[in-house]
């Protein structure tokens, strides 16, 4: 089966500089999220966008900026890196369908990681 | 906000025993999602297991289970015959099922030996 790809896999940068970090959903997965997982932490939520829209934030810095497009890939923009950008990225993705044995509210979107973009700051 | 909690920092286990992995969660939803990922030394996060919270039945994957207490908010992940592929670092996770493209908060994580 399909999974998420993501690219590069490996990047390396010089303090300051940026960063683009892409990711291709699963094939008809309508919903991407972000996330950065530093060393022995769990992973952060960064950000989310269904339907080319954000639908969820979280504490993602200023300097970083990301996207859906059309095709419903992603990319994640990271400017002025720092240090403590080194992390371990990852994309994820979903189809959002109704879980109407829970009831009309409920949404159904169990999310399929990618293999990571490991970000080295030097 | 959610939180989840992950009280075991270590855990490890002989090849085809019985372990048992403990999660807490604190929210004040009626719907949301429980799961289980886990994250091998390639550090892929690989999910083993769902739990829908309207569901009264615990859920089950081959030698995966889990014990959901709702009233209790605790959602523990039972691995039975364990093989040595099972060690790696276990992560329970909650999300809201109210909204879409919600977040996964995750606990800090079990890091899991398996003793040949």
């Known amino acids: 089966a399909a999974g998420v790809i993501q690219s590069p896999r490996h990047l390396i940068k010089e303090k300051r500089e940026t960063a683009t970090l892409k990711c291709y959903p699963i094939?008809?997965?309508?919903?991407v999220y972000w996330y950065q997982q530093g060393p022995g932490q769990d992973p952060q939520f960064l950000i989310s966008f269904y339907e080319k829209m954000q639908s969820d934030k979280g504490s993602i810095p200023d300097r970083f900026s990301a996207q859906q497009f059309s095709d419903y890939h992603s990319e994640l923009n990271m400017s002025s890196l720092e240090l403590g950008d080194s992390a371990l990225y990852f994309c994820?993705?979903?189809?959002?369908?109704?879980?109407?044995?829970?009831?009309?509210?409920?949404?159904?979107?169990?999310?399929?990681f990618g293999p990571g973009t490991r970000l080295t700051v030097l | 906000a959610q939180t989840v909690t992950q009280s075991q920092p270590e855990m490890s286990v002989q090849e085809a025993e019985t372990v048992t992995l403990s999660c807490t969660y604190d929210?004040?939803?009626?719907?949301?999602?429980l799961f289980w990922y886990k994250q091998p030394p390639s550090r892929q996060m690989i999910l083993v297991i769902r739990?829908?919270?309207?569901?009264?039945q615990n859920a089950t994957e081959n030698r995966f289970s889990v014990n959901f207490q709702k009233a209790a908010k605790s959602f523990s992940l039972k691995i039975s015959d364990s093989q040595l592929g099972d060690a790696a670092m276990y992560f329970c996770a909650y999300r809201s099922g109210e909204t879409s493209g919600s977040r996964l908060t995750f606990g800090e994580g079990t890091q899991l030996t398996v003793n040949p």
């Open positions: 929210t004040s939803e009626s719907d949301y999602y």
């Open positions: 094939p008809r997965h309508d919903t």
């Open positions: 994820a993705s979903s189809a959002q369908e109704r879980d109407w044995l829970a009831g009309s509210r409920a949404v159904e979107d169990t999310q399929y």
């Open positions: 739990q829908e919270a309207y569901k009264q």
